[in-house]
């Protein structure tokens, strides 16, 4: 792998417009604070390895841009960082729109740093503990389910892991508006046979 990517260069340039300068402020960003960066595409978005190990990644959709961490629960910084943040799937810091949304420089930065020091002491992401118990469906959205017997069926017929990625998802909403939203979206991808991170899975 070389240090810049021409994938990477090619995925900036497929992006939407308002995504352009974000991501190259993030990309210059990273190799600016870890010079050790190189650059690879991974489930189809950039990632930033340092030492053999994935660092932090990034990604664009048709109305924001993404940008998360590896080792993003081992870091004290991120955990500053997105403390009032509404997390966005498998990333750290939301929905991005342009680069004044982003934290400041010096936190990126410090992150950036962190991230380096974690990777240099052998730190690796924690896989959690299987639970023998499924958690529990939230009363509005068994409700929903109830009202949608295709998705119900096919979310009674799921994996455990299937259905325990969209109860979490849907738990962990912050307020009303949101669980209802990703309840919404849920009934639409589980109606289509479809796992909650459906889209990062491999083709």
Known sequence: MKKYSPQVDEYIEKSQDFAKPVLHYLRELVHEYCPDAEETIKWSFPNFTYKGKILCSMASFKQHCTFGFWLEKEMKTMREITKNIEKNSMFSLGKITRIEELPSKPQLKNAIREAMELTDMGVTVKKAVPSAKEPEI??????ALNDHQKALAVFEKGSASFRKEYISWIAEAKTEATRNK?????????????GRNWKYEKL
């Open 138 to 143: 939230p009363d509005a959205f068994q409700n």
């Open 182 to 194: 990703r309840i919404a979206q849920s009934l639409e991808w589980i109606a289509e046979g479809k």
